[in-house]
T-cell receptor, first 114, second 112 residues
Framework: DTGVSQDPRHKITKRGQNVTFRCDPISEHNRLYWYRQTLGQGPEFLTYFQNEAQLEKSRLLSDRFSAERPKGSFSTLEIQRTEQGDSAMYLC????????????FGPGTRLTVL | TQLLEQSPQFLSIQEGENLTVYCNSSSVFSSLQWYRQEPGEGPVLLVTVVTGGEVKKLKRLTFQFGDARKDSSLHITAAQPGDTGLYLCAGASGGSNYKLTFGKGTLLTVNP
């Protein structure tokens, strides 16, 4: 068990550029989640996959955000036309099917939009 | 909107002292998780509690879930500098019990 991994760990981009983040969950976990965390706040739920199906998207996820999990394994989160307000830590988590609340987080991707 | 209030927000103590942090909500949760987060890293899961009144111990850490499953506490005995970090509670709810709602956290500093 190697845990949840995320890539890249840090991303600096200019406003208006597109960025894509990758998450590799714990291999036997069916469920995968994306959260966003800003300074001084706890993580906020963005979206959730069970296998390859995206089952819920938060209202925080504007049309510029899209997430995929094409084969039910790794997931990608893309942000188009980035804005300074997108600067945050993007966290991925996974959980086993029978204990959905028991979520294991990756190290996160720190996004800075200049 | 479900909210989790954590208190205190900041706590600075000396090595060897005991402390308790609290997590309160007006909502009922199907499970409650405690995490510890270090700067620049993702939260690390410490414990999951699911039954009202449940108490779990992890070495010097004791976690309690309220009888009504609306609140929780974390007690640390004889704190050590290695306990320093941001402690987050997160409740799971919803039809599929998958969406975690986090508190803002308690930032603990244990001074040697």
């Amino acid at each position: 068990d190697t845990g949840v991994s995320q890539d890249p760990r840090h991303k600096i981009t200019k406003r208006g550029q597109n960025v894509t983040f990758r998450c590799d969950p714990i291999s036997e976990h069916n469920r995968l989640y994306w959260y966003r965390q800003t300074l001084g706040q706890g993580p906020e739920f963005l979206t959730y996959f069970q296998n390859e199906a995206q089952l819920e998207k938060s209202r925080l996820l504007s049309d510029r955000f899209s997430a995929e999990r094409p084969k039910g394994s790794f997931s990608t989160l893309e942000i188009q036309r980035t804005e300074q307000g997108d600067s945050a830590m993007y966290l991925c988590a996974s959980s086993p099917l029978l204990s959905p609340g028991e979520q294991f987080f990756g190290p996160g991707t720190r996004l800075t939009v200049l | 909107t479900q909210l989790l209030e954590q208190s205190p927000q900041f706590l600075s103590i000396q090595e060897g002292e005991n402390l308790t942090v609290y997590c309160n909500s007006s909502s009922v949760f199907s499970s409650l998780q405690w995490y510890r987060q270090e700067p620049g890293e993702g939260p690390v899961l410490l414990v999951t509690v699911v039954t009202g009144g449940e108490v779990k111990k992890l070495k010097r850490l004791t976690f309690q879930f309220g009888d009504a499953r609306k609140d929780s506490s974390l007690h640390i005995t004889a704190a050590q500098p290695g306990d320093t970090g941001l402690y987050l509670c997160a409740g799971a709810s919803g039809g599929s019990n998958y969406k975690l709602t986090f508190g803002k956290g308690t930032l603990l500093t244990v001074n040697p």
